[in-house]
């Protein structure tokens, strides 16, 4: 593989020495692009565009062709794993992601096998592949999984939720069943994301999407812990370089010195946090990605630049920052925004480096 012709987004996450700081946005490749939608179209449904390798490469280019982003991340969905499990993942028109066979009841929860993920999960690693072949070094690749505890919200609630309450229930009255439920996912997910690591991609994401609507007791017993399993069974160098872990709990401010204390090489943070106490509390130890409100987007570009230079300015001088959003890009953002993000970064961020 030739060398990176742009490491930033890596060194950052390692706090190394850059000359600006990095951005990428979680959901880049996605429906508020033009060309993504035109692509979805004629993959006829969402799992044929996430299926084939070729889609799935076309629209984890598209955004890089727009913007001058510092890492791709692999197009996928995190329901992949639970879908290699059997539980058949389908996508109501309007209602998103479902299963037709959520685990509702002891049988079928003990029936729960980690899948072969060298089959199950083959068209994921190919894309990864033919994705790093197309890049040609010019910017990372990021690889990414659902937590255990996010993927069993979905298992177990069939699709999304207002309240959880199938799977917070069984949370507190069956915790033995939800533990076999998280702990066959932590060993897929552990394997899913080695195998994504061994097709060639640079830095994997855990997010835990659903991890902030526990209490901190049961965050630490059915989320926390399983997160650092999996950081623990995770490949951390391949082809001769390291490869940074980053794990992302939506609403997850209040437990940023334990997430940082399981290992993992950076930590997401979402928009509630001030990234500068981010960083005074955890920054010696771990990498801070984030934190824009995805909402900003909505507003002009001069107010989308000052936003910018006041994260930048938040976070201060110094590596150890890669610029996102504190969630994903909306459906109904404007790519010319976009544009001024990633351009506003960039600019106003090499004033908080050393040059190199």
């Not at 629209?59 to 692999?74: E, G, M, N, S």
């Given at each position: 593989?030739?060398s990176?012709k742009?490491?930033?987004f890596?060194?950052?996450?390692?706090?190394?020495?850059?000359p600006?700081?990095p951005?990428?946005?979680?959901r880049?490749?996605?429906?508020y692009?033009?060309?993504?939608n035109a692509t979805?179209k004629?993959?006829?449904?969402?799992l044929g565009?996430?299926?084939?390798?070729?889609?799935?490469?076309?629209v984890?280019?598209?955004p890089l062709?727009?913007?001058?982003?510092?890492?791709?991340i692999?197009?996928?969905?995190?329901?992949?794993?639970?879908?290699?499990m059997?539980?058949?993942l389908?996508?109501?028109?309007g209602?998103?992601?479902k299963?037709?066979?959520?685990l509702r009841d002891?049988a079928?929860i003990?029936?729960?096998?980690v899948p072969?993920?060298?089959?199950?999960?083959r068209?994921?690693?190919?894309?990864?592949s033919?994705?790093?072949?197309?890049?040609d070094?010019?910017?990372?690749?990021?690889?990414?999984s659902g937590?255990?505890?996010?993927l069993?919200c979905y298992?177990?609630?069939g699709?999304?939720s207002?309240?959880?309450?199938?799977?917070?229930t069984?949370?507190?009255?069956?915790?033995?069943?939800?533990?076999?439920?998280?702990?066959?996912?932590?060993?897929?997910?552990?394997?899913y994301?080695?195998?994504?690591?061994?097709?060639g991609v640079?830095?994997?994401?855990?997010?835990?999407?659903?991890?902030?609507?526990?209490?901190a007791a049961?965050?630490?017993?059915?989320?926390?812990?399983?997160l650092k399993r999996i950081i623990?069974g995770?490949?951390?160098?391949?082809?001769g370089?390291?490869?940074?872990?980053?794990v992302f709990?939506?609403?997850?401010?209040?437990?940023?010195e334990?997430?940082?204390?399981?290992?993992c090489?950076?930590?997401?943070?979402?928009?509630?946090?001030?990234i500068?106490?981010a960083r005074?509390?955890?920054g010696?130890t771990?990498?801070l990605?984030g934190?824009?409100?995805?909402?900003?987007?909505?507003?002009?570009?001069a107010a989308?630049?000052a936003?910018?230079?006041?994260?930048?300015?938040?976070y201060?001088?110094?590596s150890?920052h890669?610029?996102?959003?504190?969630h994903?890009?909306?459906q109904?953002?404007?790519?010319?925004?976009v544009a001024?993000?990633v351009?506003?970064?960039?600019?106003l961020?090499?004033?908080y480096?050393?040059?190199t």
């Amino acid at each position: 593989m030739a060398s990176l012709k742009n490491d930033t987004f890596l060194r950052a996450l390692q706090r190394q020495p850059t000359p600006y700081t990095p951005v990428w946005i979680m959901r880049q490749a996605g429906r508020y692009l033009p060309e993504y939608n035109a692509t979805r179209k004629r993959a006829g449904s969402f799992l044929g565009l996430a299926k084939n390798p070729n889609y799935a490469t076309e629209v984890t280019l598209q955004p890089l062709a727009r913007f001058p982003l510092d890492a791709a991340i692999l197009f996928s969905d995190i329901l992949t794993v639970p879908d290699a499990m059997g539980l058949g993942l389908y996508f109501a028109e309007g209602e998103g992601p479902k299963f037709e066979r959520p685990l509702r009841d002891e049988a079928a929860i003990k029936k729960l096998t980690v899948p072969d993920v060298g089959t199950t999960l083959r068209y994921v690693t190919d894309a990864v592949s033919q994705i790093r072949r197309a890049l040609d070094g010019t910017v990372p690749l990021i690889g990414f999984s659902g937590s255990p505890y996010t993927l069993a919200c979905y298992m177990i609630e069939g699709g999304g939720s207002a309240d959880f309450r199938r799977i917070k229930t069984m949370l507190y009255e069956r915790p033995d069943l939800l533990h076999h439920i998280l702990d066959i996912t932590a060993q897929s997910v552990i394997a899913y994301l080695n195998a994504q690591i061994q097709a060639g991609v640079q830095a994997v994401m855990i997010f835990d999407t659903w991890g902030g609507s526990l209490s901190a007791a049961a965050y630490q017993e059915f989320s926390l812990a399983y997160l650092k399993r999996i950081i623990a069974g995770l490949t951390r160098e391949h082809d001769g370089s390291r490869v940074p872990s980053i794990v992302f709990t939506k609403g997850g401010g209040l437990w940023l010195e334990d997430i940082a204390a399981i290992g993992c090489d950076a930590v997401g943070l979402d928009w509630t946090c001030d990234i500068g106490a981010a960083r005074a509390r955890i920054g010696a130890t771990v990498a801070l990605q984030g934190n824009l409100d995805p909402i900003t987007l909505f507003a002009q570009p001069a107010a989308i630049r000052a936003q910018v230079g006041q994260v930048l300015a938040s976070y201060g001088h110094g590596s150890g920052h890669v610029f996102n959003l504190g969630h994903g890009v909306s459906q109904f953002t404007n790519p010319d925004h976009v544009a001024a993000l990633v351009d506003a970064v960039h600019d106003l961020s090499h004033a908080y480096h050393t040059p190199t």
